[in-house]
């Protein structure tokens, strides 16, 4: 069983930065695809906020370029999202997923709240 374990959300105040962190052994596969998503308040469709795709590069949402990176530790363990000049449109709840290469599985982990306010 593939599980996700994500950590470092909180309440922020806009201008400000965080680091979130997402755990899975499964990582080290190198089939599996990290990623992050995001559900905005009231909205019930998680959108994308940044991916690591098969060919190596990243896909970032248009709304974070520039502000946020995705990254993963050596061991291939842990995937990051560093947010800077975080905006209060950016309040959601952040997911880690991976995805499965020629699969339809995805993998999700259980999210973490980030709220960006005064």
């Known amino acids: 069983q593939v599980q996700l374990v994500e950590s470092g959300g909180g309440l922020v105040q806009p201008g400000g930065s965080l680091r979130l962190s997402c755990t899975a052994s499964?990582?080290?596969?190198?089939?599996?695809?990290p990623g992050w998503f995001r559900r905005a308040p009231g909205k019930q469709q998680r959108e994308l906020v940044a991916?690591?795709?098969?060919?190596?590069?990243?896909n970032y949402a248009d709304s974070v370029k520039g502000r946020f990176t995705i990254s993963r530790d050596n061991a291939k363990t842990t995937v990051y999202l560093q947010m800077n000049s975080l905006k209060p449109e950016d309040t959601a709840v952040y997911y880690c997923n991976g995805r499965r290469l020629n699969s339809a599985d995805i993998y999700w982990g259980q999210g973490t709240q980030v709220t960006v306010s005064s």
């Open positions: 499964a990582f080290t596969d190198s089939r599996i695809i």
């Open positions: 991916q690591f795709l098969s060919s190596g590069t990243i």
